[in-house]
Structure formats: C-alpha cells, structure tokens
C-alpha cells in the first residue's frame, strides 16, 4: 500500500524535471517556427526577387483590387506607415499601381500590374508565409486559446517591444 506523503514528495522532486523539459521542448518548438518562417521568406525572395511582406501585399492585392493604403495594412496587420513603404517597394518595380477612386478623386486605389499579377502567379506558395497560413488553418477554439497563452507569455517576459507587433514577420 503506498503512503500518500511518499507520493507528494516524489511528485514534487519530479515537477522542476518535468517542468524544465516542457521548457526546453516549447524552445525548440518556437526553434522550428521560426525557421521555418526564415526559409520560406528566403525561398519566396530567392524565386520573386521581393521579400515575402510584398509577396503577401500583393496576393492581397490581387485578392481585393481597388482597396486603399489603410486596408492593405489591416489586412496585413502591420502599421499604415508600413503597408505605405511596401507599396511604395512595389510601385518602384511597377508590381502595383494607384489609381483614383472615379467617383472620389480624393480617393487612391491600389490594384497590381500585369507584370505583378505575373509575378505572383510564379510565387511559392502560401503567398501570406508559412506562418499566417498555418494559424488561418486552426480552428477558432484553438486560436483564442494560442493567443491568451501567447499573451501571458509576453506579459512574463522581462523585455518585450510591442512595437514589433506591426512589423512584417521578414523585418524582426
């Protein structure tokens, strides 16, 4: 018959073990993500000539011609100023242009290029980066989940630059 004060003890000697090793296999989790991240950006810039944020602008481009500079950074979760330097990448290389809204002039317009849309046709998928697909693919239970656990994971860091969250993922 075991004695219940013999079980606590060893479960207590066994918890920082077991906690250290849950350590180190979520490290090398996040080893895997973000490596994965890292090659298939170099895959995208090796095969298009253009870094895997202007990849991901311009599928959303070509997803939704005519949408304006703040609706590109939204769809992108990235920072106006820094949809605005993408584009500004793209219309540089004649992947994308402006146009006026016809009704309001006031208004400008982003849609891609022939040149573009041929460009994207060639690209490695997924266009968004590996990371963006992989979290579009899980349930919505498991997302809010990953994001509360992320979330707790970042108020526990010692340093954190919550700037970085409007970043495209090729710039950290």
Known sequence: MRQPGRRRTAAR??????????????????????????????????????????????????????????????????????ASNLLEKLLRRRLARRRRDGRDRRVVRLELTQKGRALLRRAPRPLEGVLPDALARLPHRALARLDTDLRRLIRTMQVRDGRAAYLPLADL
Request: contains cysteine; proline residues 3%; charged residues 15%.
């Open 13 to 82: 000697k066994t918890a920082p073990a077991a906690h250290a090793a849950a350590v180190r296999a979520v490290l090398k989790d996040f080893r895997v993500i973000f490596s994965s991240v890292r090659k298939h950006f170099a895959w995208l810039e090796h095969a298009c000539g253009i870094g895997g944020a202007q990849v991901w602008a311009m599928a959303v481009l070509a997803a939704r011609p005519g949408l304006r500079v703040g609706d590109l950074a939204a769809s992108l979760s990235i920072h106006q100023s820094t």
